[in-house]
């Protein structure tokens, strides 16, 4: 079986935000023996750094502490790490910058920084920015969380479902030696017939992938089905399709997603597509 990603990029600041992150992307690296890749973005604004010079200065020493203290991390976890430090006025595009030049298949980022009203139910705005524009998945983590043990669960849309997201939380589940949990969930009963015939072709195309694969359909509003089907299979990684719009829209996550990011105990892995990570170019 192919470990399903070869090429892993940290994007972190280093904060007590940071630390499920961090700790997750040096679990990822070392369980499969891949080196380590670590954006850590700097806000940068040439034109006021040059008007209060010590400012780029301290920002300088901090990003060299920060990146000691990564790499006292990675040797802990037996990780070979590369910290690359990127100065930017905008935190997400020196991410997403950094991933589309390393060619990353998967961006490890923290779910939210400083609390706040909104951040008790919503995904950090810097961080829905990079799922929306990253050019690869994007791997979410709570500030606590896990590498996975349990169970991975995919979330397919019955109307749009994404065999790439399927195969990729098949993959996962497979090399982890785990079972998956398909689930489809419709508005109302009404469309019930036609996500079964769905979910009995998409768990087909699963078990050719994964030895252990469950299915359910389930009706009502998507995100509090996603989140109880979780809770009660006892999934502690989450993955899900990025979808979006057109036009303003490419800019953003849908409210479904970023609500189940921000609300999931676990971490949610939103998978990319390539056509879509194109045009995000």
Do not use: Y
């Amino acid at each position: 079986m192919v470990a399903p990603f070869a090429r892993l990029l940290l994007a972190t600041e280093h904060t007590e935000f940071d630390a499920g992150a961090e700790a997750l992307a040096m679990d990822m690296a070392r369980r499969c023996g891949l080196p380590l890749v670590t954006v850590l973005p700097v806000v940068s604004n040439p034109e006021f750094e040059v008007a209060a010079p010590q400012l780029a200065i301290q920002a300088d020493t901090e990003a060299l502490l920060r990146s000691d203290a990564l790499l006292e991390m990675a040797l802990a976890h037996q990780v070979r790490l590369e910290i690359v430090v990127r100065r930017g006025p905008e935190v997400e595009v020196e991410i997403v910058d950094e991933a589309r030049r390393r060619h990353a298949d998967l961006i490890v980022i923290r779910r939210r920084g400083k609390s706040g009203f909104l951040a008790n139910l919503l995904v950090g705005e810097m961080v829905s920015k990079v799922v929306a524009q990253a050019p690869c998945s994007v791997l979410i983590a709570p500030r606590k969380a896990q590498m996975w043990v349990q169970r991975v669960m995919v979330g397919i849309d019955p109307q749009a479902p994404s065999d790439a997201a399927l195969g990729l939380a098949a993959g996962i589940a497979a090399d982890c030696g785990l079972p998956l949990r398909v689930v489809c969930v419709v508005s109302t009963d009404a469309f019930a017939a036609q996500a079964e015939r769905v979910l009995s072709a998409v768990l087909q195309k699963a078990r050719a992938i994964c030895s252990s694969v469950d299915g359910e359909l389930r009706a009502g509003r998507v995100l509090d089905q996603l989140m109880l089907a979780a809770k009660v299979c006892g999934a502690d990684l989450l993955v899900v399709a990025r979808h979006r719009g057109d036009g303003l829209q490419r800019s953003r996550i849908g409210s479904t997603a970023q609500r189940l990011i921000g609300l999931a105990e676990c971490p949610v892995l939103v998978h990319v597509n390539p056509s879509q990570a194109r045009e995000a170019a």
